[in-house]
Protein backbone atom coordinates (compact mmCIF):
# COMPACT_ATOMS: atom_id res chain seq x y z
CA UNK A 1 0.00 0.00 0.00
CA UNK A 2 1.16 3.60 -0.94
CA UNK A 3 1.17 5.90 2.08
CA UNK A 4 -0.64 8.87 1.81
CA UNK A 5 0.71 12.00 3.52
CA UNK A 6 -1.49 15.22 4.19
CA UNK A 7 0.19 18.61 5.27
CA UNK A 8 1.05 19.68 8.39
CA UNK A 9 -0.46 22.99 9.99
CA UNK A 10 2.43 25.31 9.72
CA UNK A 11 4.21 26.81 12.58
CA UNK A 12 1.61 29.71 14.91
CA UNK A 13 3.49 32.30 15.86
CA UNK A 14 6.61 33.48 17.83
CA UNK A 15 6.20 34.80 21.38
CA UNK A 16 7.96 31.78 23.00
CA UNK A 17 11.65 33.50 23.44
CA UNK A 18 12.84 36.50 24.27
CA UNK A 19 15.24 38.87 22.88
CA UNK A 20 17.78 39.33 20.71
CA UNK A 21 18.74 41.95 23.57
CA UNK A 22 21.52 44.38 22.69
CA UNK A 23 23.58 42.72 25.12
CA UNK A 24 22.85 39.39 26.78
CA UNK A 25 25.80 37.94 29.67
CA UNK A 26 25.87 33.91 30.09
CA UNK A 27 27.82 34.08 33.56
CA UNK A 28 29.85 31.42 35.06
CA UNK A 29 29.36 28.99 32.94
CA UNK A 30 31.28 25.97 31.62
CA UNK A 31 31.72 26.06 28.22
CA UNK A 32 32.08 23.14 26.02
CA UNK A 33 32.88 24.87 22.02
CA UNK A 34 32.08 22.12 19.99
CA UNK A 35 35.67 22.41 18.09
CA UNK A 36 36.58 19.42 19.92
CA UNK A 37 38.16 20.96 22.78
CA UNK A 38 38.18 20.45 26.22
CA UNK A 39 35.62 22.22 28.64
CA UNK A 40 36.50 25.35 30.60
CA UNK A 41 34.92 27.26 33.17
CA UNK A 42 33.77 29.44 34.99
CA UNK A 43 33.39 31.72 32.48
CA UNK A 44 31.15 34.26 30.99
CA UNK A 45 29.63 34.16 27.22
CA UNK A 46 28.74 38.12 25.93
CA UNK A 47 26.21 37.95 23.15
CA UNK A 48 25.75 41.30 21.50
CA UNK A 49 22.62 41.70 19.12
CA UNK A 50 22.73 37.76 18.54
CA UNK A 51 25.99 37.10 18.06
CA UNK A 52 28.87 36.25 20.33
CA UNK A 53 30.91 39.44 21.13
CA UNK A 54 33.69 37.77 24.16
CA UNK A 55 33.98 34.73 25.91
CA UNK A 56 36.29 35.77 29.42
CA UNK A 57 37.26 33.39 31.19
CA UNK A 58 39.73 33.44 33.98
CA UNK A 59 41.66 30.99 32.80
CA UNK A 60 41.90 31.64 28.72
CA UNK A 61 42.76 35.34 29.00
CA UNK A 62 45.63 37.96 29.26
CA UNK A 63 43.61 40.36 31.54
CA UNK A 64 41.69 38.60 34.41
CA UNK A 65 40.43 42.08 35.60
CA UNK A 66 37.76 41.40 32.32
CA UNK A 67 36.38 39.08 34.28
CA UNK A 68 33.55 41.00 36.71
CA UNK A 69 33.03 43.56 34.28
CA UNK A 70 31.35 41.72 31.97
CA UNK A 71 27.79 42.07 33.23
CA UNK A 72 28.36 46.20 32.74
CA UNK A 73 25.63 47.85 30.46
CA UNK A 74 24.23 44.56 30.06
CA UNK A 75 20.13 44.34 29.33
CA UNK A 76 19.88 40.76 30.89
CA UNK A 77 22.13 38.46 32.80
CA UNK A 78 21.44 35.23 33.26
CA UNK A 79 23.22 33.40 36.29
CA UNK A 80 24.37 30.27 35.45
CA UNK A 81 26.63 28.91 37.56
CA UNK A 82 27.66 25.13 37.36
CA UNK A 83 26.21 25.04 33.81
CA UNK A 84 27.35 23.93 31.07
CA UNK A 85 26.83 26.01 27.36
CA UNK A 86 27.33 24.40 24.07
CA UNK A 87 26.92 25.25 20.73
CA UNK A 88 23.17 24.68 19.31
CA UNK A 89 22.61 20.78 18.13
CA UNK A 90 22.47 20.37 14.27
CA UNK A 91 19.80 18.05 13.15
CA UNK A 92 20.93 16.67 9.73
CA UNK A 93 18.26 14.63 8.86
CA UNK A 94 14.81 15.89 10.38
CA UNK A 95 11.75 15.57 8.99
CA UNK A 96 8.91 18.13 10.21
CA UNK A 97 6.44 15.50 9.44
CA UNK A 98 3.10 15.45 8.25
CA UNK A 99 -0.58 15.69 9.80
CA UNK A 100 -0.35 11.73 9.46
CA UNK A 101 2.70 11.74 12.26
CA UNK A 102 1.96 14.77 14.51
CA UNK A 103 -0.59 17.13 15.47
CA UNK A 104 0.91 20.55 14.31
CA UNK A 105 4.42 22.12 13.25
CA UNK A 106 4.71 23.95 16.54
CA UNK A 107 4.98 20.05 18.22
CA UNK A 108 7.89 19.28 16.19
CA UNK A 109 9.66 22.82 16.31
CA UNK A 110 8.90 22.70 20.21
CA UNK A 111 10.39 19.24 20.77
CA UNK A 112 13.48 20.24 18.73
CA UNK A 113 14.11 23.65 20.35
CA UNK A 114 13.45 21.93 23.79
CA UNK A 115 16.22 19.52 23.06
CA UNK A 116 18.81 22.24 22.58
CA UNK A 117 18.58 21.69 18.29
CA UNK A 118 18.66 25.20 16.78
CA UNK A 119 18.96 23.91 13.11
CA UNK A 120 17.85 20.85 11.41
CA UNK A 121 18.15 19.45 7.46
CA UNK A 122 14.82 18.80 5.88
CA UNK A 123 15.86 15.93 3.60
CA UNK A 124 13.15 15.98 0.67
CA UNK A 125 9.86 18.09 2.29
CA UNK A 126 7.86 14.83 1.63
CA UNK A 127 4.05 15.49 2.40
CA UNK A 128 4.45 18.85 2.91
CA UNK A 129 6.24 19.81 -0.12
CA UNK A 130 8.76 22.63 -0.82
CA UNK A 131 6.87 25.36 -0.79
CA UNK A 132 5.91 24.76 2.62
CA UNK A 133 8.88 24.11 3.72
CA UNK A 134 11.16 27.09 2.50
CA UNK A 135 8.27 28.97 3.80
CA UNK A 136 8.75 27.93 6.86
CA UNK A 137 12.69 28.22 6.84
CA UNK A 138 12.05 31.93 6.37
CA UNK A 139 9.27 32.41 9.23
CA UNK A 140 12.23 31.07 11.34
CA UNK A 141 14.25 33.00 10.50
CA UNK A 142 12.72 36.01 10.66
CA UNK A 143 11.24 35.07 14.40
CA UNK A 144 8.06 34.91 13.26
CA UNK A 145 7.49 31.06 14.59
CA UNK A 146 8.93 29.61 17.55
CA UNK A 147 11.24 27.52 15.38
CA UNK A 148 14.84 25.91 14.75
CA UNK A 149 16.82 27.06 11.64
CA UNK A 150 15.43 25.12 8.63
CA UNK A 151 17.99 24.05 5.47
CA UNK A 152 15.19 22.28 3.02
CA UNK A 153 16.02 19.81 0.48
CA UNK A 154 13.80 19.08 -2.52
CA UNK A 155 13.28 15.29 -3.21
CA UNK A 156 14.43 14.49 -6.71
CA UNK A 157 11.68 14.12 -8.97
CA UNK A 158 9.17 15.71 -6.78
CA UNK A 159 7.61 13.64 -3.96
CA UNK A 160 6.32 11.22 -6.85
CA UNK A 161 9.61 10.56 -7.62
CA UNK A 162 8.70 11.31 -11.07
CA UNK A 163 11.53 9.82 -13.84
CA UNK A 164 13.47 11.64 -15.99
CA UNK A 165 13.79 10.53 -19.91
CA UNK A 166 17.17 12.53 -20.48
CA UNK A 167 20.01 14.18 -18.34
CA UNK A 168 19.15 17.72 -19.71
CA UNK A 169 15.06 17.27 -17.86
CA UNK A 170 17.15 16.02 -14.52
CA UNK A 171 19.64 19.05 -14.65
CA UNK A 172 16.58 21.36 -15.33
CA UNK A 173 14.72 20.11 -12.58
CA UNK A 174 17.05 20.83 -10.39
CA UNK A 175 17.74 24.39 -11.68
CA UNK A 176 13.47 24.86 -11.06
CA UNK A 177 14.24 23.33 -7.11
CA UNK A 178 17.07 25.83 -6.74
CA UNK A 179 14.53 28.71 -7.73
CA UNK A 180 11.95 27.70 -5.63
CA UNK A 181 14.59 28.30 -2.30
CA UNK A 182 15.59 24.28 -2.07
CA UNK A 183 19.16 24.29 -0.47
CA UNK A 184 20.03 21.28 -2.14
CA UNK A 185 18.64 17.74 -3.34
CA UNK A 186 17.75 15.00 -1.74
CA UNK A 187 18.24 11.47 -3.85
CA UNK A 188 16.63 8.38 -3.33
CA UNK A 189 18.41 6.95 -7.07
CA UNK A 190 18.27 7.20 -10.66
CA UNK A 191 19.43 5.85 -13.63
CA UNK A 192 23.49 6.44 -13.77
CA UNK A 193 23.00 9.03 -16.54
CA UNK A 194 20.17 11.22 -14.79
CA UNK A 195 21.82 10.96 -11.76
CA UNK A 196 25.32 11.93 -12.60
CA UNK A 197 23.64 15.11 -14.59
CA UNK A 198 21.25 16.23 -11.99
CA UNK A 199 24.46 15.78 -9.12
CA UNK A 200 26.74 18.24 -11.62
CA UNK A 201 24.27 20.64 -12.02
CA UNK A 202 23.47 20.45 -8.05
CA UNK A 203 27.23 21.13 -7.80
CA UNK A 204 27.29 24.24 -10.57
CA UNK A 205 24.50 25.63 -8.54
CA UNK A 206 26.42 25.33 -5.12
CA UNK A 207 23.34 23.80 -3.64
CA UNK A 208 23.79 20.52 -0.90
CA UNK A 209 22.94 16.77 -2.32
CA UNK A 210 22.07 13.93 -0.18
CA UNK A 211 21.25 10.35 -0.88
CA UNK A 212 19.36 7.38 1.02
CA UNK A 213 20.67 4.73 -1.35
CA UNK A 214 17.25 2.76 -1.63
CA UNK A 215 17.93 -1.12 -2.70
CA UNK A 216 15.07 -0.64 -6.20
CA UNK A 217 18.12 1.37 -7.45
CA UNK A 218 21.69 0.57 -6.04
CA UNK A 219 22.72 -1.73 -7.74
CA UNK A 220 23.18 0.28 -10.43
CA UNK A 221 24.43 3.21 -8.60
CA UNK A 222 26.03 2.78 -4.98
CA UNK A 223 27.69 5.13 -2.32
CA UNK A 224 30.78 4.98 -3.57
CA UNK A 225 29.60 6.10 -7.15
CA UNK A 226 27.74 8.55 -5.96
CA UNK A 227 30.44 9.98 -3.82
CA UNK A 228 32.94 10.30 -6.76
CA UNK A 229 30.51 12.09 -8.70
CA UNK A 230 30.29 14.95 -6.01
CA UNK A 231 27.57 13.77 -3.74
CA UNK A 232 27.39 16.05 -0.38
CA UNK A 233 26.30 13.06 2.08
CA UNK A 234 25.38 9.42 2.06
CA UNK A 235 22.26 9.13 4.20
CA UNK A 236 21.55 6.39 6.61
CA UNK A 237 23.51 3.22 5.82
CA UNK A 238 22.43 2.02 2.31
CA UNK A 239 25.00 1.98 -0.55
CA UNK A 240 27.87 1.31 1.39
CA UNK A 241 28.00 -2.07 1.93
CA UNK A 242 27.28 -2.56 -1.70
CA UNK A 243 30.09 -0.40 -2.58
CA UNK A 244 32.31 -3.22 -0.88
CA UNK A 245 30.63 -6.74 -1.98
CA UNK A 246 33.78 -8.83 -2.71
CA UNK A 247 32.28 -11.73 -4.18
CA UNK A 248 28.80 -10.38 -5.55
CA UNK A 249 27.29 -7.57 -6.89
CA UNK A 250 23.91 -7.51 -6.24
CA UNK A 251 22.61 -8.35 -2.38
CA UNK A 252 21.27 -12.09 -2.15
CA UNK A 253 18.02 -11.74 -1.76
CA UNK A 254 15.48 -14.68 -2.14
CA UNK A 255 13.38 -15.58 -4.27
CA UNK A 256 10.33 -14.07 -2.47
CA UNK A 257 11.81 -10.94 -1.93
CA UNK A 258 9.61 -8.01 -2.67
CA UNK A 259 10.77 -4.39 -2.11
CA UNK A 260 7.05 -3.52 -1.35
CA UNK A 261 6.92 -4.85 1.58
CA UNK A 262 8.79 -3.03 4.30
CA UNK A 263 8.90 -6.08 6.24
CA UNK A 264 11.01 -8.01 3.68
CA UNK A 265 12.92 -5.03 3.00
CA UNK A 266 14.23 -4.01 6.55
CA UNK A 267 14.68 -7.84 7.53
CA UNK A 268 16.69 -7.78 4.81
CA UNK A 269 18.63 -4.56 5.23
CA UNK A 270 19.22 -6.33 8.28
CA UNK A 271 21.84 -8.77 6.77
CA UNK A 272 23.38 -6.65 4.53
CA UNK A 273 26.46 -5.43 6.24
CA UNK A 274 27.46 -9.55 6.41
CA UNK A 275 27.40 -9.26 3.07
CA UNK A 276 30.14 -6.51 2.60
CA UNK A 277 33.74 -6.79 3.00
CA UNK A 278 34.68 -7.63 6.05
CA UNK A 279 36.66 -4.58 8.63
CA UNK A 280 40.02 -4.57 8.34
CA UNK A 281 40.27 -5.88 4.68
CA UNK A 282 41.64 -4.25 1.69
CA UNK A 283 38.30 -3.43 0.05
CA UNK A 284 36.73 -1.96 3.29
CA UNK A 285 40.14 0.28 4.04
CA UNK A 286 39.85 1.03 0.29
CA UNK A 287 36.58 2.42 0.49
CA UNK A 288 36.95 4.21 3.72
CA UNK A 289 40.22 6.11 2.23
CA UNK A 290 38.35 7.21 -0.65
CA UNK A 291 35.44 7.94 0.55
CA UNK A 292 37.41 10.85 3.10
CA UNK A 293 39.58 12.10 0.05
CA UNK A 294 36.77 12.41 -2.06
CA UNK A 295 35.46 14.50 1.17
CA UNK A 296 32.07 12.85 1.33
CA UNK A 297 29.88 13.13 4.50
CA UNK A 298 28.48 10.40 6.41
CA UNK A 299 25.04 11.04 7.80
CA UNK A 300 23.92 7.58 9.39
CA UNK A 301 20.62 8.26 11.37
CA UNK A 302 21.27 5.02 13.79
CA UNK A 303 18.60 5.94 15.95
CA UNK A 304 15.71 5.22 13.36
CA UNK A 305 16.48 1.57 12.74
CA UNK A 306 17.46 1.02 16.23
CA UNK A 307 14.48 -0.59 17.38
CA UNK A 308 15.14 -3.56 14.60
CA UNK A 309 16.99 -4.58 17.28
CA UNK A 310 15.04 -4.66 20.32
CA UNK A 311 11.53 -3.87 19.13
CA UNK A 312 10.01 -4.42 22.49
CA UNK A 313 11.99 -1.95 23.97
CA UNK A 314 11.71 0.54 21.27
CA UNK A 315 7.53 0.62 21.33
CA UNK A 316 8.09 0.34 25.92
CA UNK A 317 11.55 1.14 27.23
CA UNK A 318 11.64 5.01 25.76
CA UNK A 319 9.85 6.31 28.47
CA UNK A 320 9.23 9.26 26.55
CA UNK A 321 6.54 8.39 24.85
CA UNK A 322 3.74 8.15 27.83
CA UNK A 323 4.03 11.86 27.87
CA UNK A 324 5.43 13.57 24.61
CA UNK A 325 4.09 10.76 22.02
CA UNK A 326 1.11 12.67 20.01
CA UNK A 327 -1.73 9.90 19.51
CA UNK A 328 -1.15 10.79 15.47
CA UNK A 329 2.70 10.03 16.46
CA UNK A 330 1.88 6.56 18.50
CA UNK A 331 -0.82 5.52 15.43
CA UNK A 332 1.74 6.07 13.14
CA UNK A 333 4.61 4.35 14.87
CA UNK A 334 2.41 0.75 15.19
CA UNK A 335 2.78 -2.29 12.61
CA UNK A 336 1.01 -0.90 9.20
CA UNK A 337 1.42 -1.44 5.72
CA UNK A 338 -0.08 2.14 5.55
CA UNK A 339 2.73 3.79 7.48
CA UNK A 340 5.87 3.97 6.19
CA UNK A 341 8.87 2.42 8.76
CA UNK A 342 5.98 0.41 10.51
CA UNK A 343 7.11 -3.10 9.81
CA UNK A 344 6.72 -4.66 12.84
CA UNK A 345 4.08 -7.10 11.04
CA UNK A 346 5.64 -10.20 12.62
CA UNK A 347 8.99 -9.01 13.85
CA UNK A 348 10.83 -12.10 15.68
CA UNK A 349 14.23 -13.47 17.31
CA UNK A 350 15.53 -13.76 13.94
CA UNK A 351 15.25 -10.46 12.70
CA UNK A 352 16.49 -8.91 15.60
CA UNK A 353 19.74 -11.07 16.28
CA UNK A 354 20.68 -10.31 12.57
CA UNK A 355 19.76 -6.40 13.07
CA UNK A 356 22.67 -6.36 16.42
CA UNK A 357 24.64 -7.78 14.20
CA UNK A 358 24.24 -5.24 11.48
CA UNK A 359 25.04 -2.67 13.66
CA UNK A 360 28.47 -3.86 15.05
CA UNK A 361 29.28 -3.60 11.18
CA UNK A 362 28.00 -0.46 10.43
CA UNK A 363 29.04 1.01 13.35
CA UNK A 364 32.74 -0.27 13.21
CA UNK A 365 32.18 1.42 9.66
CA UNK A 366 31.47 4.85 10.75
CA UNK A 367 33.99 4.81 14.05
CA UNK A 368 36.73 3.99 11.14
CA UNK A 369 35.30 6.70 8.45
CA UNK A 370 35.33 9.38 11.43
CA UNK A 371 38.81 8.28 12.73
CA UNK A 372 40.49 8.66 9.19
CA UNK A 373 39.40 12.07 8.96
CA UNK A 374 35.82 11.82 7.49
CA UNK A 375 33.23 14.43 8.37
CA UNK A 376 30.22 12.69 10.53
CA UNK A 377 26.99 14.35 11.47
CA UNK A 378 24.34 13.44 13.44
CA UNK A 379 20.71 13.18 12.12
CA UNK A 380 17.89 11.18 13.82
CA UNK A 381 15.26 11.15 10.65
CA UNK A 382 12.14 11.23 13.77
CA UNK A 383 8.86 10.57 13.11
CA UNK A 384 8.94 7.17 11.82
CA UNK A 385 9.86 3.80 13.70
CA UNK A 386 8.97 5.05 17.55
CA UNK A 387 11.37 7.47 17.15
CA UNK A 388 10.14 10.92 18.60
CA UNK A 389 11.80 14.43 17.56
CA UNK A 390 13.67 16.08 19.86
CA UNK A 391 14.71 12.70 21.65
CA UNK A 392 15.93 11.24 18.50
CA UNK A 393 18.84 12.90 18.17
CA UNK A 394 19.75 12.65 21.74
CA UNK A 395 19.57 8.65 21.16
CA UNK A 396 21.75 9.27 18.28
CA UNK A 397 24.48 10.17 20.36
CA UNK A 398 24.30 7.74 22.73
CA UNK A 399 24.78 5.54 19.84
CA UNK A 400 27.51 7.29 18.76
CA UNK A 401 29.21 6.52 21.87
CA UNK A 402 28.27 3.18 21.93
CA UNK A 403 30.16 3.10 18.23
CA UNK A 404 33.43 4.22 19.83
CA UNK A 405 33.45 8.08 19.76
CA UNK A 406 34.60 10.34 22.73
CA UNK A 407 31.58 12.51 23.77
CA UNK A 408 33.15 15.70 22.57
CA UNK A 409 33.72 13.89 19.22
CA UNK A 410 30.13 13.34 19.54
CA UNK A 411 29.12 17.28 20.15
CA UNK A 412 31.70 18.10 17.57
CA UNK A 413 29.84 15.92 15.16
CA UNK A 414 26.52 17.27 16.99
CA UNK A 415 27.72 20.65 16.13
CA UNK A 416 30.51 21.69 14.31
CA UNK A 417 30.30 18.90 11.52
CA UNK A 418 26.16 19.23 10.89
CA UNK A 419 26.43 23.28 10.78
CA UNK A 420 29.41 22.90 8.10
CA UNK A 421 27.05 20.40 6.19
CA UNK A 422 23.81 22.44 6.20
CA UNK A 423 26.14 25.19 5.02
CA UNK A 424 25.71 27.42 8.20
CA UNK A 425 29.29 28.99 8.20
CA UNK A 426 28.33 31.54 11.28
CA UNK A 427 27.51 28.61 13.84
CA UNK A 428 28.67 25.51 14.84
CA UNK A 429 31.15 26.41 17.50
CA UNK A 430 30.82 28.92 20.84
CA UNK A 431 33.41 31.63 19.38
CA UNK A 432 33.53 35.48 19.23
CA UNK A 433 31.96 36.14 16.05
CA UNK A 434 30.16 33.06 15.78
CA UNK A 435 26.12 33.64 16.01
CA UNK A 436 24.71 32.97 19.18
CA UNK A 437 22.82 28.91 18.66
CA UNK A 438 23.75 27.69 22.06
CA UNK A 439 22.50 25.25 24.87
CA UNK A 440 22.28 25.39 28.27
CA UNK A 441 22.31 22.28 30.86
CA UNK A 442 22.63 21.96 34.74
CA UNK A 443 24.24 18.79 33.99
CA UNK A 444 27.43 18.02 32.48
CA UNK A 445 26.67 15.49 29.19
CA UNK A 446 30.30 14.74 28.78
CA UNK A 447 29.80 12.46 31.88
CA UNK A 448 26.15 11.23 31.05
CA UNK A 449 24.84 12.29 27.64
CA UNK A 450 20.98 10.74 29.01
CA UNK A 451 20.94 14.14 31.00
CA UNK A 452 20.22 16.19 27.49
CA UNK A 453 16.65 14.18 27.24
CA UNK A 454 13.70 16.14 27.74
CA UNK A 455 12.29 13.98 30.09
CA UNK A 456 15.43 13.71 32.62
CA UNK A 457 17.81 11.38 33.79
CA UNK A 458 16.90 9.19 36.73
CA UNK A 459 19.09 9.75 39.48
CA UNK A 460 18.98 8.94 43.12
CA UNK A 461 19.52 11.67 45.71
CA UNK A 462 21.71 11.58 48.60
CA UNK A 463 18.71 11.14 50.58
CA UNK A 464 17.51 8.34 48.84
CA UNK A 465 14.91 9.26 47.01
CA UNK A 466 15.28 8.92 43.46
CA UNK A 467 14.25 12.23 40.73
CA UNK A 468 14.74 13.21 37.64
CA UNK A 469 17.68 15.59 36.84
CA UNK A 470 18.91 17.19 33.72
CA UNK A 471 17.12 18.09 30.32
CA UNK A 472 18.26 21.33 28.50
CA UNK A 473 17.19 24.49 30.41
CA UNK A 474 17.76 27.13 27.89
CA UNK A 475 17.98 26.67 24.14
CA UNK A 476 19.46 30.24 22.24
CA UNK A 477 18.82 30.24 18.52
CA UNK A 478 20.72 33.75 17.12
CA UNK A 479 20.69 35.65 20.46
CA UNK A 480 16.59 34.61 21.02
CA UNK A 481 16.92 32.85 24.59
CA UNK A 482 13.83 30.01 24.66
CA UNK A 483 12.93 28.00 28.32
CA UNK A 484 13.37 24.90 27.18
CA UNK A 485 11.72 23.47 30.05
CA UNK A 486 8.37 25.73 29.59
CA UNK A 487 8.46 24.34 25.97
CA UNK A 488 8.61 21.08 26.95
CA UNK A 489 5.58 21.26 29.17
CA UNK A 490 3.86 22.76 26.37
CA UNK A 491 4.12 19.59 24.32
CA UNK A 492 3.00 17.54 27.00
CA UNK A 493 -0.12 19.65 27.73
CA UNK A 494 -0.76 19.51 23.82
CA UNK A 495 0.01 15.95 23.93
CA UNK A 496 -2.83 15.56 26.51
CA UNK A 497 -5.21 18.12 24.59
CA UNK A 498 -4.81 15.55 21.39
CA UNK A 499 -5.49 12.85 23.59
CA UNK A 500 -8.67 14.55 25.31
CA UNK A 501 -9.93 15.31 21.54
CA UNK A 502 -9.54 11.74 20.01
CA UNK A 503 -10.22 9.77 22.70
CA UNK A 504 -7.22 7.87 22.80
CA UNK A 505 -5.08 6.48 25.69
CA UNK A 506 -1.91 6.71 26.79
CA UNK A 507 0.82 4.72 25.36
CA UNK A 508 1.56 1.72 27.39
Given at each position: ????????????????????????????????????GPAYGPADVVIEKGRIDAIVSSGRITDITQMGQ?????????????????????????????????????????????????????????????????????????????????????????????????????????????????????????????????????????????????????????????????????????????????????????????????????????????????????????????????????????????????????????????????????????????????????????????????????????????????????????????????????????LMREAGLHPLEIIQCATANGAALLGLADTGTLE?????????????????????????????????????????????????????????????????????????????
Open positions: MTPKFSQIKPGTGSGSGQGPYRRLVLRGVTVIDGTGTTQEADVVLDLEGHYVLPGLVDAHAHIGTAEQAPAADYVYKLWLGHGITSVREPGCIGNGVGFTVREAARSEANEITAPRIVPYAAFGGERGEPFRTPYDAQQWVQQAAEKGAKGVKFFGAPPEIFQAALAEAKRLGIGSACHHAASDVARVNALMTARWGLTSIEHGYGLPEAMFADRRIQRFPATYNYNDEHDRFAYLGRLWREAAEPGSRVWDETLDELVALGTTLDPTLVVYVAARDAARARGGREYHRDYSAPQSWAFFQPSPASHGSFFHDWGTEEEVAWKENYRLWMAFVRDFYLRGGRLTLGSDAGFIYNLYGFGLIEEMEPGKVADLLVTAENPLANLKTLYGHGHLRVAPDGTPARVGGVTHTIKAGVVFDAARLRAEVRDLVAEERERLGAGTPF
